[in-house]
């Protein structure tokens, strides 16, 4: 007896996705708050080592409390604004210098894929040292950037200090961007593959015509992961730098405050989570335009 397979609708998919992320969303939140209900309140102490935080509202304010403090003035100054407004205008300064990182990435990344692609020993001599560069510390190679970056003037142009950052972040977008294209690129089969060779078909055409569309399940994930990594490189490179008005800088001086405001200084935390939503969620977007080639996603 045949059966046929019962397909989820489009649009019950979607459902789904958004509803295992607002499960996992709560899972966090109830987590949070049971912890801070049961555990003690030095926290789970083994020997003379603190494995999990204290308890005490200083430590780990209640989900409510930091939600109702993104509302509130940023300080008790007459007119000050909203915490929501400071933190939202210094993810719209990272979100800036993140989307330059990542356009950057995203160049070298395809370049590199496309270098490895076409000479195999480009590949051997060239894939070890892009993963060995993933292993370097960001923290203590963003400040040699900044050094190294004040020094360079050419004619008119002087290097400005977000450039340093922006170069931090493409720093961490390339590669996952690199592996993934260069994943799809070599994902068509032989037998498509020497297809285009038998019609006498060059590299270049069987590069467009072929490789790039089988590319598209694999390059869609690495873009976002690709995003998601700008932004974290953004905020870290903002932080060993110093430099204003991103949401890394905005972190270090709440961070300074929390003895007396705790839940003033997740307020940044939670720029940055959903600036990486926002980045992740703009690059799906593109999904919709290569829907006819992205039947299945790879994950680079």
Not at 6 to 26: D, F, I, K, N
Not at 98 to 123: N, S, T
Not at 277 to 292: D, P, R, T, Y
């Amino acid at each position: 007896m045949e059966t046929k397979a019962r397909q989820t609708p489009r649009g019950a998919r979607e459902l789904q996705v958004w509803a295992y992320g607002a499960l996992g969303l709560a899972a966090i939140v109830i987590v949070w708050e049971l912890y801070k209900l049961l555990a003690p309140a030095d926290g789970v102490v083994i020997g003379e080592l603190r494995v999990l935080p204290r308890t005490t509202d200083l430590s780990m304010p209640h989900i409510w409390d930091m939600l109702a403090r993104l509302f509130e003035p940023v300080t008790r100054a007459e007119g000050a604004a909203p915490l929501w407004a400071a933190v939202g205008a210094g993810a719209l300064v990272t979100l800036g210098i993140a989307a330059v990182g990542w356009l950057v990435g995203l160049v070298v990344g395809v370049g590199l894929a496309l270098v490895m692609l076409r000479w195999r020993l480009a590949e051997w001599g060239l894939l070890p040292w892009i993963i060995l560069s993933q292993t370097v510390p960001l923290i203590a190679f963003a400040p040699i950037v900044r050094s190294w970056g004040s020094k360079i003037q050419i004619g008119g142009f002087e290097w400005a200090d977000w450039m340093s950052v922006a170069l931090i972040a493409s720093y961490l977008a390339f590669f996952p961007i690199a592996i993934g294209a260069l994943r799809g690129l070599q994902s068509p089969d032989v037998i498509h593959t020497e297809l285009m060779h038998s019609y006498g078909i060059g590299w270049w055409r069987t590069l467009v015509k072929l490789r790039v569309p089988a590319s598209v399940p694999y390059l869609l994930p690495a873009l976002r992961l690709g995003a998601a990594n700008a932004v974290i490189g953004a905020v870290v490179a903002e932080v060993s730098t110093g430099l204003q008005g991103g949401l890394g800088r905005i972190l270090i001086q709440y961070a300074g405050q929390a003895s007396g405001d705790p839940a003033k200084a997740w307020g940044p935390i939670f720029g940055a989570i959903v600036l990486g939503l926002v980045v992740a969620g703009s690059i799906a977007l593109l999904g919709v335009f290569l829907k006819n080639y992205r039947r299945v996603e790879v994950n680079a």
